[in-house]
């Protein structure tokens, strides 16, 4: 994760409103069933799920996995590389639906969190399902804590990789279609002192991968579906 060698180490993560998008309604418990087992087939480290996801999930009987959590159920995850750095990811809470962004209070609160978290690890991931527009917001009110990315998610553009906040963070999101995974390398790890800025080929790189036709089907993932 810290280079671009082959044998460096990775995390996989799972990103909000991978069973549903953010206007759409679950499908049938049989498909809903075997998303599940196929994505955790998949060996995410971890992954965010969001409150509206959950709660048809518990309803269908769909079975849930370890590193498959809401932000209420585990708020801050640490995973620890092979070579000893730690990698921290703060899931954010889902928005009420009718809230167009975060409230002065929740923003706080993550900040608060943020400030304390950044110590624990070498790099923090924060995981956001709020969608694009309010995680443009966010990411541009000057805020003196903010995550080193935030892997967002939800309605709007994707973003294969974008620096935010003075430099301070890395904002990716998925495209909105799906079939695509997006890579992020590690060159440098984040300096804790202020003048740290990410710069892409000099301390990220970062690419979408499409997920097309050239890609062969696993036949196990595609026996769940059948």
């Known amino acids: ?102 409230s002065a209070p929740l923003v706080a609160k993550l900040s608060r969190e943020i400030k304390v978290y950044r110590n624990q690890v070498d790099l923090l991931i924060g995981l956001c399902d709020w969608g694009w527009v309010a995680e443009s917001d966010y990411l541009k009110s000057k805020l003196a804590q903010v995550p080193d990315m935030l892997f967002g998610s939800g309605s709007g553009a994707g973003i294969t990789g974008r620096v935010q906040a003075d430099g301070r963070t890395l904002w990716v999101r998925p495209y909105d279609k799906g079939r695509n995974l997006a890579q992020v390398n590690v060159l440098q790890w984040p300096k804790k002192e202020n003048s740290f800025a990410w710069e892409e080929a000099k301390n990220y790189t970062s690419t979408s991968i499409g997920m097309n036709d050239a890609i062969v089907d696993n036949p196990e993932i595609a026996a769940l579906f059948q």
Request: proline share 9%; charged share 25%; glycine share 8%.
């Open 1 to 102: 994760m810290d280079n671009q060698q082959a044998n460096a180490p990775r995390l996989l993560v799972s990103g909000g409103w991978e069973f549903f998008r953010p206007n759409g309604n679950p499908g049938l418990t049989k498909t809903m069933v075997a998303l599940s087992e196929a994505f955790n087939a998949m060996r995410y480290d971890v992954g965010l799920l969001t409150a509206r996801e959950a709660k048809s999930l518990a309803g269908d009987d769909v079975p849930r996995w370890p590193w498959q959590k809401t932000a209420e159920e585990e708020p801050f995850t640490i995973r620890e590389l092979e070579d000893g750095h730690r990698v921290g990811f703060l899931r954010y809470p889902s928005l009420p639906e009718d809230a167009d962004g975060p």
